[in-house]
């Protein structure tokens, strides 16, 4: 099992960016993927996840709601999150990871649930 996160950069205030998780080694279609942050000296935050069969149910923190989206795409096995209006609190290491279960849930609770496998992070920066 592999999960590759990529699409990281620095941005300013306001600004936009695509983050990419790219999965192999299972039937990706089976599990919710999950993206969490961790900025420096914080604790680590899960942002969203998306549920298994094509995606039907997302969760999103509070913090992002409203400017984050994410979906996947089965074909290209890959997740992606949209950042929008992003904001300097934004600034952090983000990485994707895979439920423990097939046809787990994908809500608030899934943020705190031990996942089975994790992908590198992609290093987002904020700042003007």
């Known amino acids: 099992v592999q999960l590759q996160a990529s699409g990281g950069g620095s941005v300013h205030p306001g600004g936009s960016l695509r983050l990419s998780c790219a999965a192999s080694?299972?039937?990706?279609?089976?599990?919710?993927i999950v993206w969490f942050r961790q900025a420096p000296g914080k604790e680590r935050e899960g942002v969203s996840c998306?549920?298994?069969?094509?995606?039907?149910?997302?969760y999103y923190a509070d913090s992002v709601k409203g400017r984050f989206t994410i979906s996947r795409d089965v074909s290209k096995n890959t997740v992606f999150l949209q950042m929008n209006t992003l904001k300097p609190e934004d600034t952090a290491v983000y990485y994707c990871?895979?439920?423990?279960?097939?046809?787990?849930?994908?809500?608030?609770?899934?943020?705190?649930?031990?996942?089975?496998?994790w992908g590198e992070g992609t290093l987002v920066t904020v700042s003007s």
């Open positions: 990871a895979r439920e423990k279960l097939m046809w787990a849930r994908c809500d608030r609770s899934t943020m705190s649930r031990e996942m089975s496998y």
């Open positions: 080694g299972f039937v990706f279609d089976y599990y919710t």
């Open positions: 998306i549920s298994s069969s094509g995606g039907s149910t997302t």
